[in-house]
């Protein structure tokens, strides 16, 4: 089992920066990537940005590349998604996501065998 916890999620203007967090326990050495996905109102659960767990490489979206980053700190078991000139499409839930798989790029959501809580991110113009 792997739990995910994320956490930096707010209310920020357009323009303004915002960092997520998504902290991993429990069997975290059988993890093969972990993304962030988000999920507005009406909307599907669409892929944002993965990252490889032990290469650290990465994956993003056309609309978000030049935007937001990626990472992780492996030695607390944490992912980051560093989220900078937000719009107000940007507006959504954000997930992050562990696959114990190869897939990649880790763009569908069918192999993603944990799911966090989620985290409400809002932007304001």
């Known amino acids: 089992q792997v739990q995910l916890v994320e956490s930096g999620g707010g209310s920020v203007q357009a323009g303004d920066s915002l960092r997520l967090s998504c902290a991993a326990s429990?069997?975290?050495?059988?993890?093969?990537?972990i993304s962030w996905f988000r999920q507005a109102p009406g909307k599907e659960r669409d892929f944002v940005a993965g990252?490889?767990?032990?290469?650290?490489?990465?994956y993003y979206i056309d609309s978000v590349k030049g935007r937001f980053t990626i990472s992780r700190d492996n030695a607390k078991n944490t992912v980051y998604l560093q989220m900078n000139s937000l719009k107000p499409e940007d507006t959504a839930v954000y997930y992050c996501?562990?696959?114990?798989?190869?897939?990649?790029?880790?763009?569908?959501?069918?192999?993603?065998?944990?799911w966090g809580q989620g985290t409400q991110v809002t932007v304001s113009s």
């Open positions: 990252i490889r767990w032990n290469t650290g490489g990465t």
């Open positions: 429990g069997r975290t050495f059988n993890v093969y990537t």
């Open positions: 996501a562990a696959d114990l798989g190869s897939t990649w790029p880790p763009v569908s959501k069918r192999p993603y065998n944990y």
